[in-house]
């Protein structure tokens, strides 16, 4: 069955990284999907994170308050999609989904996602 999955959560304190990951089944999955990373925090509205575009679409999104602190990349070899994610914040605590998509443009719903991981950043 066509899916991704999510892998690298955990607990950090402030200032520290963690690094997630998200696998595609299949190659069908990895090549003609871009990959975007959602999050919720408790109490609040699911949002988007980072996206990054299929192929030969280079597009990379990030949501304003992660510029310059998180970085999404592929790797191909691996059917791999990572979020490295520094700097972490107490605000950054949320399960993160990655989820297939159309595209990055923010107007479409994604395909297939992921279970979730935590990610805890403590004070």
């Known amino acids: 069955q066509a899916h991704v999955s999510e892998s690298g959560g955990g607990s950090v304190q402030t200032g520290g990284s963690l690094r997630l990951s998200c696998a595609a089944s299949?190659?069908?999955?990895?090549?003609?999907?871009?990959i975007k990373w959602f999050r919720q925090a408790p109490g609040k509205e699911q949002e988007g994170v980072s996206c990054i575009g299929s192929g030969r679409d280079t597009t990379i999104w990030y949501e304003e308050s992660v510029k310059g602190r998180f970085t999404i990349s592929r790797n191909s070899a691996e059917r791999t999609v990572y979020l490295q994610m520094n700097s972490l914040k107490p605000d950054d605590t949320a399960v993160y989904t990655c989820?297939?998509?159309?595209?990055?443009?923010?107007?479409?719903?994604?395909?297939?996602w992921g279970q979730g991981a935590q990610v805890t950043v403590s004070s």
């Open positions: 989820a297939a998509i159309a595209d990055c443009s923010g107007h479409v719903s994604p395909r297939y």
């Open positions: 299949s190659e069908l999955i990895y090549d003609f999907y871009a």
